[in-house]
């Protein structure tokens, strides 16, 4: 069974531009997470969602953050415009059924400049 | 809110014993995970507690006190493999919080 899906895995962008994140969750896992992390720090949650709805989103910052999932499968994170304090790893995470464990992409390495 | 608090870093001996300690404060509860997450790497799933208790797995062993936020990670008979940051994580109401991660180093 493939896992979480993430791309792209690294991703160098100049300040002000916009940039893309895709996630492809495990089939039939209808939470998703996206999460930021921080080099030695855990990850921080951004947005969650059970199937096309975003359920918690009230540590996305909506100013320059934005995120969907179409037909409850696959998502994308958006940030326009990027800022160098965005510099991080993108982590997108599913899970099967509410409070299991969720299983985690490999992750996008976000480089602002 | 949620407080979750763990060591910076431990070191250990292959072949020795560590146990890691996870503290929490949250507004409600519904288990705990451990995560493994080797540099560079995805978390990966290790143990989950929702009663009070320890869960052994292999080498691996976790242990929760609902009445004292506080949970255990004990790794056993450890390897160089071993090495890598280990993370406590809380999920209260469907939303899964993480501590800040225990670097853990493994020397010969």
């Known amino acids: 069974e493939a896992g979480v899906v993430q791309s792209p895995r690294y991703k160098i962008i100049e300040k002000k531009q916009p940039v893309a994140f895709w996630c492809n969750p495990i089939?039939?896992?209808?939470?998703l997470y996206w999460y930021l992390q921080n080099l030695g720090q855990g990850p921080e949650l951004l947005i969650r969602?059970?199937?096309?709805?975003?359920?918690?989103d009230s540590q996305l910052p909506k100013d320059r953050f934005s995120a969907e999932r179409l037909k409850g499968v696959d998502s994308t994170l958006k940030i326009q415009p990027a800022e160098l304090g965005d510099s991080a790893v993108y982590l997108c995470a599913s899970s099967l059924l509410k409070n299991t464990e969720a299983f985690f992409g490999q992750g996008t390495r976000l480089t602002v400049v | 809110g949620q407080n979750i608090d763990q060591p910076t870093e431990m070191t250990a001996t292959e072949g020795a014993i560590v146990q890691i300690n996870c503290t929490y404060q949250t507004s409600g509860f519904n288990g705990l995970f451990w995560y493994q997450q080797h540099a560079g790497e995805a978390p990966t799933f290790l143990s989950y507690?929702?009663?009070?208790g320890l869960e052994e797995k292999g080498r691996f062993s976790s242990f929760l006190s609902r009445s004292k936020g506080y949970s255990y990670l004990l790794l056993k008979e450890l390897q160089m493999k071993d090495s890598a940051s280990y993370l406590c994580a809380v999920i209260n109401d469907y939303k899964l919080s993480f501590g800040a991660g225990t670097t853990v180093t493994v020397r010969a």
């Open positions: 969602y059970e199937n096309e709805e975003a359920v918690d």
């Open positions: 089939s039939g896992h209808n939470t």
């Open positions: 507690n929702v009663l009070d």
